[in-house]
C-alpha cells in the first residue's frame, strides 16, 4: 500500500535561493555530490544519483513550488511514480522546505523517508555552510 512522506527542513539560506538552488543542475549536483538532470519548467525530464531517481517536472511556481513525478530504481515495475512537492517558505534568516512525498511504495518507504536526510537535507546544509564560510567578508571602511 502506498504510503505519504511529510518532512520540513529550514536550511541557511533564503526560500528563492534554494528553490534555484534545487532546479539548477550545477547547484544541485554540487550538494548531493552526484550529477543531476533537471530544468525549472514543466515537463522537463529529472534524473538523480546515476539514474537511481528519475521523473519529470510536473509544475513549478517561481520561488514557491516545485511538483515532480519521481521513483526509485527501488520500486517495483508495478509501482506507480510517486508525486513529489516541495514548497518554499520564509524562517527567520532562512528558508524552510516542506516536502510532502505520495504514493511512496510501502517497500521502499524506509528507504525515501530517510534518504530525504542522508542524501539532501544533510549535506544541503552542510555545502551552505561551506559556501558562506568561503565567502570573503566585506570590510568597513
Not at 52 to 79: C, H, M, Y
Not at 122 to 127: A, F, K, L, N, Y
Request: proline letters at 8%; a positive charge; aromatic letters at 10%.
Amino acid at each position: 500500500m502506498p504510503r505519504t512522506v511529510t518532512l520540513a527542513v529550514t536550511l541557511p539560506a533564503p526560500p528563492s535561493r534554494l528553490y534555484a538552488m534545487y532546479l539548477n543542475a550545477r547547484e544541485h549536483a554540487a550538494f548531493t555530490g552526484a550529477p543531476v538532470k533537471i530544468a525549472a519548467r514543466a515537463g522537463a525530464p529529472f534524473e538523480a544519483f546515476g539514474g537511481a531517481l528519475t521523473g519529470t517536472i510536473l509544475q513549478v511556481v517561481p520561488n514557491r513550488l516545485i511538483v515532480q513525478s519521481w521513483r526509485s530504481t527501488e520500486f517495483a515495475k508495478r509501482d506507480i511514480d510517486s508525486t513529489l512537492i516541495l514548497s518554499f517558505w520564509p524562517d527567520g534568516s532562512g528558508g524552510r522546505i516542506e516536502l510532502t512525498h505520495v504514493n511512496v511504495p510501502d517497500s521502499d518507504f524506509a528507504g525515501v523517508s530517510e534518504g530525504w536526510s542522508r542524501y539532501y537535507w544533510i549535506p544541503w546544509r552542510t555545502h551552505l555552510e561551506g559556501s558562506s564560510r568561503s565567502r570573503p567578508k566585506k570590510r568597513g571602511r
